[in-house]
């Protein structure tokens, strides 16, 4: 297979360059996948802001990697070509570790403090940096405290404040006594019982069938199916607590700058970019020719047209081409006139089958080291050979 992925890169390279319309990519899309086009989203920016807010609500950091053509795209390791999955179950699930942290930790050790040391380790467990994983286990244990008190069966204000303050000192973290009595508490403390009806001994030799509570044969089951049942009750108030607290302080939303869309843009359609800004710069000016070159825009007319309708020489009107718009149309022949010297190969130039380029030293040569009498024998050389004679 390492063997062949070159050549599936060369036959998917070579089949994207079939793309008709300025299509120039093939990608790995999924069905149900749509695909927006650049000119809808150039029209429309809000569009375009709407639609990457959604997708870092969602878990994406930043969007541009779902951009075609976009450094940041993935790449198909086999065929070379972008690729466009979203690995959301993984990225919900991460998301929800403080949540699920928070909900085990109120199990094992019961209260505020197991609440928040539960969403402070689901937190690191999700990649998120120590001190934003403190910040969420305190926001955490804080919020389990207020929440508490809230939910109390006390009426007043104050009683529900004596609520909340009780539940955040109900248990010392650094207390060895009051973090074992919790733990005892806990789902891998205490003993899972169920209701089971059994003779009970009333005394006198007189026995009456009861219902009681029996331990379950299978403790070490219970509690740990006990410790990881998200949907029971009593998880629902630490798990929106641990939620919050890690919304709070890191909401994975990622603002979309100004500059994150221009360079989306710029690498998605180099040549669109730098047309949109070519108007920003003053006309006539280096930049607004250099936008123009970038942009693939060509002079309407070549050399010869533009000196007979100017006025100009020849060469005047080639080297107003090379200079303003960096390319040298030869369809007539001639010298080349432009920026760089005689081997930078810096004047882009669009030639047709068959024309044959003569280098720089070749011309001077011709005129004994003369450019300009070297230039005039290649002209006469030219017509001649035009004209069928050697």
């Known amino acids: 297979m390492n063997q062949m992925m070159p050549v599936l890169k060369q036959q998917a390279d070579g089949l994207a360059s079939l793309g008709r319309y300025g299509d120039s990519y093939i990608v790995h899309a999924a069905e149900g996948e749509t695909v927006i086009p650049g000119e809808i989203l150039d029209a429309n920016p809000q569009l375009r802001e709407d639609l990457f807010r959604q997708m870092q609500m969602m878990g994406i950091k930043n969007p541009n990697r779902y951009v075609v053509g976009n450094s940041l795209n993935s790449i198909n390791p086999i065929t070379g070509q972008p690729e466009f999955y979203y690995k959301k179950l993984f990225k919900a699930f991460k998301r929800a570790l403080p949540a699920l942290g928070a909900i085990v930790g109120s199990r094992i050790l019961p209260g505020a403090a197991g609440t928040g040391i539960g969403a402070g380790l689901g937190s690191l467990a999700s990649g998120k940096s120590f001190g934003k994983s403190a910040l969420i286990g305190g926001g955490t ?38 973090v074992t ?3 005892d508490k ?8 169920k209701k089971e009806m059994m003779p009970v001994d009333k005394g006198a030799g007189i026995a009456i069938i009861e219902e009681v509570d029996v331990p379950f044969e299978n403790q070490a089951f219970q509690r740990v199916a006990g410790t990881l049942n998200p949907f029971s009750r009593d998880a629902f108030g630490p798990g929106i607590v641990g939620a919050l ?5 890191d ?28 108007s920003e710069y003053p006309y006539g000016s280096d930049r607004y020719y250099g936008g123009l070159r970038e942009s693939g825009v060509y002079p309407s007319m070549d050399a010869e047209r533009l000196a007979r309708s100017t006025g100009i020489s020849l060469a005047q009107a080639r080297a107003y081409l090379a200079s303003k718009y960096g390319v040298m149309a030869a369809a007539d022949g001639g010298e080349v006139i432009g920026p760089g010297t005689g081997t930078s190969d810096s004047i882009p130039a669009r030639l047709s089958d ?20 070297g230039a005039a024998r290649m002209y006469d050389m030219m017509s001649r050979f035009e004209n069928g004679r050697a």
């Open 141 to 178: 244990y804080l919020g389990s405290g207020i929440l508490s008190g809230l939910t109390s069966d006390e009426k007043t204000i104050g009683g529900k404040l004596g609520e909340a303050r009780k539940a955040l000192t109900e248990v010392n973290p650094f207390s060895k006594e009051e």
């Open 181 to 183: 009595k919790a733990f």
């Open 186 to 193: 806990g789902s891998l403390g205490k003993t899972y019982t």
């Open 245 to 249: 607290a890690s919304e709070a302080v």
């Open 251 to 278: 909401p994975d939303i990622q603002e979309t700058s100004e500059e994150q869309i221009n360079e989306a843009k710029r690498l998605s359609d180099p040549q669109r970019f730098a047309y949109d800004q070519v």
């Open 354 to 373: 068959g024309e044959f380029v003569m280098t720089a030293e070749a011309v001077r040569n011709a005129g004994n080291g003369d450019r300009d009498l």
